[in-house]
T-cell receptor, first 117, second 111 residues
Framework: GAVVSQHPSWVICKSGTSVKIECRSL??????MFWYRQFPKQSLMLMAT?????????EQGVEKDKFLINHASLTLSTLTVTSAHPEDSSFYIC?????????????FGPGTRLTVT | GNSVTQMEGPVTLSEEAFLTINCTYT??????LFWYVQYPGEGLQLLLK?????DKGSNKGFEATYRKETTSFHLEKGSVQVSDSAVYFC??????????FGAGTILRVKS
């Protein structure tokens, strides 16, 4: 149980275009989802916290107009990288918290590798 | 602020060797502590956790004890296998909010 999927697993896009990444909780409902960014050989940095039905809370230094987050249902959150540039190339990971299980455990998706050319 | 410091890697061990990966934290109050593992090409998986002082988390032969007096949560395993090769992340969370991760430690186990 507690499976989180991400789609796509990898994507290549041209500079200036937008890319949408989906994060789904497959077998549980997630009122809260988190989006992280991981640079090569570095740790995960939290970008934003997404709550179903409300606006995302962004971490300091993260441009909310560039990284659009939508959490429209209890099983789906999306991250859209708008007007992507090569410096946005990274590994994006989402996680979700099980609404019914209680506790604080987060379940992580497999990540999406974004390459902007 | 809250932070986690892990020993730098990579750590290279022979199969059946003893493993220790050090982790210390800085936080106000009493955070929950976690170890996550990331196998090549996969997402993070929770390995073990501890929610209060002196708790011991354990899973798959790995153990870590929440030491408030030394603000540490060191990961140990008595006999590593090649399949344990992965990146290990120590993390903390307060009140179930966002996770704060350490830099990660690469473990390589040779047969």
């Amino acid at each position: 149980g507690a499976v989180v999927s991400q789609h796509p697993s990898w994507v290549i896009c041209k500079s200036g275009t937008s890319v949408k990444i989906e994060c789904r909780s497959l077998d549980f409902q997630a009122t809260t989802m988190f989006w992280y960014r991981q640079f090569p050989k570095q740790s995960l940095m939290l970008m934003a916290t997404s709550n179903e039905g409300s606006k995302a809370t962004y971490e300091q230094g993260v441009e909310k107009d560039k990284f659009l987050i939508n959490h429209a249902s209890l099983t789906l959150s999306t991250l859209t990288v708008t007007s992507a540039h090569p410096e946005d190339s990274s590994f994006y990971i989402c996680s979700a918290r099980d609404r019914l299980a209680g506790g604080f455990e987060q379940y992580f998706g497999p990540g999406t590798r974004l390459t902007v050319t | 602020g809250n932070s986690v410091t892990q020993m730098e890697g990579p750590v290279t061990l022979s199969e059946e060797a003893f493993l220790t990966i050090n982790c210390t934290y800085t936080a106000t109050g009493y955070p929950s502590l976690f170890w996550y593992v990331q196998y090549p090409g996969e997402g993070l998986q929770l390995l073990l956790k501890a929610t209060k002082a002196d708790d011991k988390g354990s899973n798959k032969g790995f153990e870590a004890t929440y030491r408030k007096e030394t603000t540490s949560f060191h990961l140990e395993k008595g006999s590593v296998q090649v399949s344990d090769s992965a990146v290990y992340f120590c993390a903390l969370s307060r009140y179930g909010n966002k996770l704060v991760f350490g830099a990660g430690t690469i473990l390589r186990v040779k047969s």
